[in-house]
């Protein structure tokens, strides 16, 4: 999403005198399903500013009076509803394993961990639908719990589900046979060992994005290092996101066009697996000696053991060296040209790098308050139009010559394309808001309007078919916002993002709609998964993406890890799902 | 080997007047053991210059009587002494899907594919050992060809052997089974597709280096293209090695560290496998759709099915944007702590980066011809001292401007630890016998001295366990050079190649000291290969590199590929060698 605003602009919207609804602030009932579907920080909220509230009403055809009516808010407690299935023995013998006060059976602590950040888990919660729990909830404390957990476990044939940072958008952590879920972040968010000289860092999985960074930034007081360093990886998850979450589900930082994917950054893994296997890979740059197991392990959510210990690159903290800058284009075309010019042009690649098509800088034109301002008309009058012009913005990190390089050669490549500067404060109010826009989908769900996000790898050639494809299927339906962005980057293509947002009543109807942009974003040619994952929520169409002989691979890459299927079994990849079936396997 | 010379330098060398050998031009007996021996362009030569000769004689104790007598120098007529093991049913079979033409079961056409380039295929041609022939040699024409072949050699369980340039230096082309060798060469050598758009060219896997880079160089001649591209893939075999060499192996060229290794370059592939799966992997720039299949693929030597096609990333052909500079160091703790603050500078890459240690320096600067001048005493007076001062030598590339900053940030970080720049002509030196050094093997093994590499990839920490580990154990046997550079640089660590040179008699004692290195290798914890491959050769040390879990996923992958053990066995990444055994399986 790309409604951020800046203090300057949230004053300069403020002049419009209107009504605006009571978004929800209030305290979150104790053990409530809003607990649990709330993003983020309790305590934390970001609201609609009055454009999006304007755009809202406008677009889907509402009255104020409809936001004066909040429904489905999730309030209710928890009930203890639900019992667990699993055998007393079973649970005392994997309650000793980590201890009483590391295992749980209630309900409300295993909801917790059931499901993941996507529509269908938000609207699950906000009516009250229980369903997929695992029986126990564990919180292991030490790799060696770990092995004893999947060993108990293979041996007794119960399934093991992880769960990371809780922000899934696949059902990658849904439970969805029972069993045993393990919540990575309790005990397991530690700093195993740091090596200055290599700019590394190994971490356990369950070390949050924040933890990781605040231990790196402030490195010369947290590991005795001579400076600060980052790892560079800032999904916009960040917050609410776990580094063994990020690994095994090929993520993607904002920053990523420099500092790589997730699949770049890490350098070597450590994994407990079913049948006393533990898989290490070691620590080297480069090698030639046979198939790169990171890079098939990177990918396996949890289908082929747990992630327990991730050593990641560093790279050096230097946001003094940021350097930041936007454009406008006249039209999709020539920003499309551009963005593909400046990933080809070997001069070093953007750090944060987005270009949004003319719907989405419609919008963001909006939030930001340009539209309808002196600087709108100058910009339709140098033919910079509504609905035509395209808003480009990004970053440049690195050595201090570097990024000043990098931003001079993109500010000339976007001027020969007939780009106009709209300088680094569009950037700015961006970065203000790149962690905090999932704060507002709690508000608009509030008043039954569904916003929610795909994506997609397309290479150059086939961008424009994904985009006008995909995009098509959207307003197909009436009343539709379907805003798309190019971001991370690469010479050979890059990530398209769609965004939609909906008045959408029912949680049938949504699988529906979202089934079929799945369905276009395939048909027309695009990798189903830049780096959301695949999960069990995108699994049926996996095959289709990579074909039946890759899945015959992942399928036998399976059997030899896991051939009793107690990893994230139910759909995971689609390792367990009958040929040609699209239905997600249900627990029994 | 660094043993360049420019032509200024030659004359500067024939000053001195001394005794040369004889070294050998004379035409190749047609048909001979050293037809096939002999390096690259049968016409061109390499000579060592005097300075290594004098070097040579002084090191191993050889006067310039030595040097008037070569001896094995494999001049005899390859006999027709081998007779195809294969039945007539089968040579009929496999002759009818290729045609006559391209079927060959005399031993000269078999034993041209049978041994790859490292001293133990050399001196087995020299010594006219013949052994692990393939039965029939095909020269397949398409991929359909190369389809029915896997299906035919699958059914009758024939092994199937696949050689491309030849340059093989783990035993990794070699029939021990026998069966079918395929010399991709000869017809699978095209282009397949061009997009200019996605800046990627698709090509068969037989394509040689020099091929693929002469259409790209063209490319607005060859493939209609606006400007001239280049694959960045130079390694010192480039003229006699191709593309799907590289890509099964996991090769790295010459300027790897900012072109990458081939994994890098590698956007899909494009694989014939038994049991009629072709496995073909799509070309995405990224993707987060479970495990990376073509990281998987590369590194399988053959071992999982045949590579027909090979989808390449490219970059733009701008040498005149190439800087070159080079630097001394006063000892090799200075220079590696210089070449890691480059790496992990953020300010772009170096493409060239090469760092000598004090014995490779010394001997390079007695090849170029600097031992004993004005030069000399210069640097030695400032405290560039022989047996102390170490040469690094650099290009690089890219866009003008990005190039140029990093040859002024690489000048900066070297200053700073007392480096004296010796100026990009050294690099132009060496530039000149990049490819050109292998042709001296011949001349030095004509008189018993045997010079070979080895490479592995360390990371920062443990290079200089490995360094010191290793050539102590070289220099354990009397009057050998071995000369160490760190080659193919990342933030994380880099390439450390060894070259030795020895007066060694028989295979038997080269094998034995070949072994002990690459125990040593292992034992100070550096990764076995960083871009040479496993092969048959280094498989016997593949376990205790990358342990028995990895060992049993490379397993499990055959298994599932090839059930039968058809494609490239009898050792290759020790798919089939019995636990323990580190003997090389032989022919039945």
């Given at each position: 999403m790309t409604a951020g605003l800046s203090a300057m602009e949230e004053r300069n919207m403020s002049r419009v005198k209107a009504f605006q609804p009571d978004w929800f602030e209030g305290e979150l009932p104790r053990k409530s399903f809003r607990a649990i579907l709330k993003w983020g920080?309790?305590?934390?909220?970001?609201?609609?500013?009055?454009?999006?509230?304007?755009?809202?009403?406008?677009?889907?055809?509402?009255?104020?009076?409809?936001?004066?009516?909040?429904?489905?808010?999730?309030?209710?407690?928890?009930?203890?509803?639900?019992?667990?299935?699993?055998?007393?023995?079973?649970?005392?013998?994997?309650?000793?394993?980590?201890?009483?006060?590391?295992?749980?059976?209630?309900?409300?602590?295993?909801?917790?961990?059931?499901?993941?950040?996507?529509?269908?888990?938000?609207?699950?919660?906000?009516?009250?639908i229980i369903e997929n729990l695992p029986d126990i909830v564990l919180w292991p404390r030490s790799r060696a719990d770990l092995r004893s957990i999947v060993d108990y476990c293979e041996h007794h044939r119960i399934p093991v589900y992880i769960y990371g940072g809780g922000s899934s958008v696949t059902r990658g952590v849904e439970a969805v046979k029972g069993g045993v879920s393990l919540d990575m972040r309790v005990h397991l968010n530690k700093v195993i060992s740091f090596d200055e000289r290599n700019h590394t860092i190994s971490v356990e999985a369950g070390m949050s994005g924040p933890e990781l960074e605040q231990v790196l930034r402030h490195a010369p007081a947290t590991l005795g290092a001579t400076r600060a360093y980052t790892c560079g990886h800032l999904p916009q998850s960040f917050e609410y996101s776990v580094v063994g979450g990020w690994t095994v589900t090929r993520g993607a930082g904002q920053n990523s066009t420099y500092y790589g994917k997730i699949e770049d950054i890490v350098l070597a893994q450590d994994y407990v697996c079913p049948g006393s296997r533990d898989l290490r890979t070691r620590e080297f740059p480069a090698a030639a000696n046979g198939p790169d197991l990171d890079q098939l392990m990177m990918g396996s959510e949890g289908a082929f053991g747990i992630l327990y210990g991730v050593t990641l690159k560093l790279r050096m903290y230097m946001p003094e060296n940021t350097r930041r800058y936007s454009y406008i284009f006249r039209d999709w075309d020539s920003a499309k040209e551009a963005a593909r010019e400046v990933m080809q042009g070997e001069f070093g690649l953007p750090s944060v790098f987005r270009l949004s098509d003319p719907e989405e800088s419609d919008v963001a034109l909006k939030l930001y308050g340009v539209d309808g301002t002196v600087l709108d008309s100058y910009m339709t009058?140098?033919?910079?139009?509504?609905?035509?012009?395209?808003?480009?913005?990004?970053?440049?990190?690195?050595?201090?010559?570097?990024?000043?390089?990098?931003?001079?050669?993109?500010?000339?490549?976007?001027?020969?394309?007939?780009?106009?500067?709209?300088?680094?404060?569009?950037?700015?109010?961006?970065?203000?808001?790149?962690?905090?826009?999932?704060?507002?989908?709690?508000?608009?769900q509030d008043f039954g309007i569904m916003i929610d996000t795909l994506e997609c790898s397309v290479n150059w050639t086939n961008l424009e078919a994904v985009h006008s494809g995909v995009r098509s299927y959207c307003h197909s339906r009436p009343d539709t916002i379907c805003m798309t962005h190019m971001s991370h980057f690469y010479p050979q293509g890059c990530n398209l993002y769609f965004i939609f947002i909906a008045r959408i009543?029912?949680?049938?109807?949504?699988?529906?709609?979202?089934?079929?942009?799945?369905?276009?974003?395939?048909?027309?040619?695009?990798?189903?998964?830049?780096?959301?994952?695949?999960?069990?929520?995108?699994?049926?169409?996996?095959?289709?993406?990579?074909?039946?002989?890759?899945?015959?691979?992942?399928?036998?890459?399976?059997?030899?890890?896991?051939?009793?299927?107690?990893?994230?079994?139910?759909?995971?990849?689609?390792?367990?799902?009958?040929?040609?079936?699209?239905?997600?396997?249900?627990?029994?």
């Open positions: 920080d309790p305590k934390a909220y970001k609201h609609p500013n009055r454009a999006l509230y304007h755009l809202m009403k406008q677009t889907f055809r509402l009255d104020d009076d409809w936001f004066r009516h909040p429904r489905d808010m999730g309030m209710d407690i928890v009930p203890e509803a639900t019992p667990s299935r699993l055998d007393q023995e079973h649970v005392a013998s994997l309650t000793a394993i980590v201890g009483a006060d590391n295992a749980h059976t209630d309900t409300w602590n295993r909801l917790r961990v059931a499901y993941g950040k996507t529509m269908i888990d938000l609207a699950r919660l906000r009516a009250g009058a140098r033919g910079y139009k509504p609905g035509e012009r395209c808003l480009m913005l990004g970053t440049a990190d690195g050595e201090k010559g570097f990024a000043r390089h990098v931003q001079h050669m993109v500010a000339r490549v976007c001027r020969r394309h007939g780009a106009m500067s709209t300088t680094g404060l569009v950037t700015r109010s961006w970065e203000h808001g790149r962690f905090r826009d999932p704060y507002m989908r709690e508000d608009l009543d029912s949680l049938d109807e949504y699988l529906a709609y979202q089934s079929g942009i799945l369905d276009n974003i395939q048909k027309y040619g695009a990798t189903m998964s830049h780096h959301h994952g695949i999960g069990k929520a995108f699994a049926p169409w996996l095959e289709g993406d990579v074909g039946p002989e890759a899945m015959a691979v992942y399928r036998a890459l399976k059997h030899h890890f896991d051939p009793h299927n107690v990893m994230n079994p139910g759909g995971t990849l689609a390792l367990d799902l009958p040929d040609g079936d699209r239905r997600l396997p249900k627990g029994e």
